[in-house]
């Protein structure tokens, strides 16, 4: 005889569409490869940060001049930066992609939800176009070194000593003391006056010195027209 119980269904079986393990296994892989790269971003870091010893070896020292020395807490400030922002996007991208497969895995149609999603990130491009340009030239100044804290840099509005930089503002101390805050996509021509040999131009004498440096000569010359004439 057959007992009844063989052919009851389970309790503890998945609903339909949904996979436990599914869910677990994407969640355990997103966490897997964001604590990998976290890893692996903060050793880069800190390498950067320490500084490179390839061109400090005997027979590289010729190359020494011509490489513009980064004082430490400057490539402490750029690897800080990168390192930062590298976590972020990898934290966006790892969060996103691993959100995408649990919702499948719960047999949830995705497809609406990034088209609602592309729709909003078109919006906000449209409406954060400025604020994109700011934080895009304030990765590359930083990436490329144009200046640093402490630098002297002249723009088109300011001549003065960077106190300190961020992604989208720097902030500038002008020689008369006044604090300039430039965003930094604003920033089309910078020139810095710390890097290479800066020689400051000497001021072109104004037009009362040019008047009075002129004066005397007419002077002379009007006296000894004078003495002429009354011989």
């Keep these: 005889m057959f007992s009844t119980l063989s052919i009851t269904p389970s309790l503890a079986s998945e609903p339909d569409g949904v996979s436990v393990t599914g869910i677990v296994i994407s969640i355990g892989v997103g966490v897997a490869v964001w604590l990998v790269a976290t890893f692996v ?14 061109f400090k070896k005997a027979h590289f020292k010729w ?27 990898v934290g966006v991208l790892v969060a996103v992609i691993t959100i995408m497969y649990v919702l499948q895995n719960l047999d949830i149609n ?8 592309g729709i909003l990130g078109v919006a906000i491009g449209f409406g954060a176009q400025q604020l994109i340009r700011d ?17 002297v840099i002249e723009t088109s509005e300011v001549v003065g000593v960077v106190e300190s930089m961020g992604l ?10 006044a604090i300039w805050y430039l965003r930094n996509g604003e920033i089309l021509r ?8 800066y020689v400051p131009v ?4 104004a037009a ?19 003495q002429k004439a009354g011989e």
């Design 41 to 54: 971003i903060s050793r880069i870091s800190r390498r950067v940060a320490a500084g490179s010893n390839f």
């Design 63 to 89: 190359v020494a001049p011509a490489i513009r020395a980064l004082d430490h807490e400057r490539r402490v400030q750029r690897a800080e930066t990168i390192g930062s922002l590298l976590n972020s996007i």
């Design 110 to 117: 995705i497809a609406p939800l990034l088209t609602s999603v």
């Design 135 to 151: 934080f895009l030239a304030g990765i590359f100044i930083t990436i490329e070194d144009q200046y640093g804290i402490g630098d």
């Design 168 to 177: 989208r503002i720097t902030r500038v101390r002008s020689e008369d003391g």
């Design 190 to 197: 910078v020139g810095n006056r710390s890097q290479g040999t």
């Design 202 to 205: 000497p001021d072109a004498p």
């Design 208 to 226: 009362g010195q040019e008047a009075a440096l002129h004066e005397p000569a007419s002077n002379t010359e009007t006296k000894k027209t004078d």
